[in-house]
């Protein structure tokens, strides 16, 4: 099934670390961006350790391509002050769009600890970033449940504190059981959240990798998914093949179901992210010269 026409995309990238890691993060931008996504997201690192770089990042992206970025911004170890300064430096620099979160902690083992002149968590940051400018705001949500919250109906309840604040969509960690996402929007809406719920995509370029992410996340690597890969560590060619086939049977079961915008964690890898759109019937946009 061909639902090209039908989707809309978004794609993920992290701030490079090296002049190597930032010509491939190019590489990446390039490959993508004739599928004209809705938009383009830059991470921040923990304790706001790359903002440097995803500002860099950001504005690069807004300069030299026709994309449309989002910076991703976080709580975490940085003043209300500190947080509002860079808010304004994007939105003087033409940045409209920001994904708002709570952000991880710099010491996992630690546990997450608010800075004392910082904002608390997401809605609060989401509440302060609307003061500065009307941007749009893209907040987290976790069909599964956030690894720290106290149940599934707090979890809840912070979502919708995170949209009374002035979030505008909700992206979701990645899910691999369709089933998950579909039984969380139905509890979304039941809730009065009304804004797009925006599931959250990510190709399996390491199965390991995965597994290992999907631990610090609390999402669930289901057996089918691990007996799908079993056998493929040495196979990269295999792996690909099976993973832009996971990817692209999963949009397609959520767009049967009403699904139609998806968030692509790209992991600044081009290759695996527009074989699935390709899939999904996506086509290059054609710039006239």
Request: aromatic share 10%.
């Amino acid at each position: 099934m061909s639902i090209g026409a039908g989707i809309g995309v978004s794609f993920e990238f992290f701030p490079p670390r090296t002049p190597e890691m930032e010509e491939a993060l190019w590489r990446a931008v390039k490959r993508l961006e004739p599928l004209d996504p809705r938009f383009v997201s830059v991470t921040y690192g923990a304790g706001g350790s790359t903002r440097e770089r995803t500002h860099a990042t950001v504005i690069r992206i807004l300069r030299e391509t026709r994309l449309l970025p989002a910076a991703h911004l976080t709580c975490v170890g940085a003043s209300r002050e500190e947080v509002d300064a860079v808010a304004r430096e994007y939105w003087d620099a033409g940045i409209r769009h920001l994904v708002a979160l709570r952000g991880d902690p710099v010491d996992p083992k630690a546990g997450y600890q608010a800075h004392p002149q910082g904002y608390p968590y997401a809605a609060d940051l989401i509440a302060g970033l609307k003061r500065i400018g009307d941007f749009d705001i893209s907040a987290a949500a976790y069909p599964e449940i956030h690894p720290e919250a106290t149940g599934s109906q707090a979890d809840l309840d912070n979502l919708k504190r995170k949209v009374d604040a002035g979030a505008t969509r909700a992206i979701t960690q990645f899910f691999f059981n369709v089933e998950d996402f579909l039984r969380f929007r139905d509890r979304v809406r039941m809730a009065g959240i009304d804004v797009p719920l925006v599931p959250g995509i990510l190709p399996v370029t390491n199965f390991r990798q995965v597994v290992r992410f999907a631990g610090l996340c609390g999402a669930s690597v289901p057996a089918w998914l691990a007996h799908d890969f079993e056998g493929l560590d040495d196979d990269p060619e295999t792996r690909k093949l099976v993973a832009a086939t996971v990817a692209a049977d999963q949009c397609r079961r959520l767009f049967s179901e009403g699904v139609s915008d998806f968030h692509f964690y790209t992991l600044n890898r081009a290759d695996l992210t527009y074989a699935i759109c390709h899939m999904l019937g996506l086509r290059p946009r054609i710039v006239a010269p």
